[in-house]
């Protein structure tokens, strides 16, 4: 079985400062990671995702993500923060045994303040 | 291309009616996906097809619901009788395959209100 934990429901940060959203996951196997964003009323639109290559992976808008198979963490990062950034961020995981089923984290909603 | 398609972007119904919820995924993806979100439980995959065909309907919560795809462009997700908790945002996603590392594009969503 494969599960994401998202450590943080809630995150507030000031603009220009780094941005830290945690994720933990669970799976026997090699996953594949990803990180979606959900800005209010829009649907899901992929950030970046891991799949076995580089363990360091660049993504839109200078996210970016470490896979530590390790931790078995997948933390998504940002040097500076937008205004722009404010949303909800879905870590999600998904398994070639599991006929590459989506599993989504409980999502952490990201403040952004001036 | 214009992305997922999904119709109506926002829905109020009364309990014990019935709700259709319209899907157009991108031309050339072969799968589509159905989620419903919730704040009580997250996004949840309410079933999948690939080339039109119902691969996994596990995430269908009852018999209430029922989900179609009778072409490649288009998809249709049936609450009958709704109930109010039913009210939720649902997605509806494509891609090209569902190889891992594949990406699914999302709609906007369609906002259920059951009363």
């Known amino acids: 079985a494969q599960s994401v934990t998202q450590l943080d429901s809630h995150v507030s940060v000031s603009e220009g400062t780094p941005v830290l959203l945690r994720c933990n996951y669970s799976s026997s196997y090699s996953p594949s990671l990803f990180w979606y964003v959900q800005h209010p009323n829009k649907g899901l639109q992929l950030l970046l995702k891991?799949?076995?290559?580089?363990?360091l992976v660049k993504g839109i808008n200078g996210f970016e993500a470490e896979f530590k198979k390790s931790e078995t963490s997948f933390h998504l990062t940002k040097p500076s923060a937008h205004m722009s950034d404010a949303a909800e961020y879905f870590c999600v995981v998904t398994l070639k045994a599991a006929g590459n089923k989506l599993t989504f984290g409980g999502g952490t909603r990201v403040l952004v303040k001036p | 291309d214009a992305g997922v398609i999904q119709s109506p972007r926002h829905e109020v119904t009364e309990m014990g009616q019935e709700v259709t919820l319209r899907c157009k995924p991108i031309s050339g993806h072969d799968y589509l996906f159905w989620y419903r979100q919730t704040m009580m439980r997250g996004l949840e995959l309410l079933i999948y097809f690939n080339n039109n065909v119902p691969i996994d309907d596990s995430g269908m919560p009852e018999d209430r619901f029922s989900a179609k795809m009778p072409n490649a462009s288009f998809s249709t997700l049936k609450i009958q009788p709704s109930e109010p908790r039913d009210s939720a945002v649902y997605f509806c996603?494509?891609?090209?395959?569902?190889?891992?590392?594949?990406?699914?594009?999302f709609g906007p969503g369609t906002r259920l209100t059951v009363t």
């Open positions: 891991y799949t076995s290559a580089a363990t």
């Open positions: 996603a494509s891609s090209l395959s569902a190889s891992a590392g594949a990406e699914q594009y």
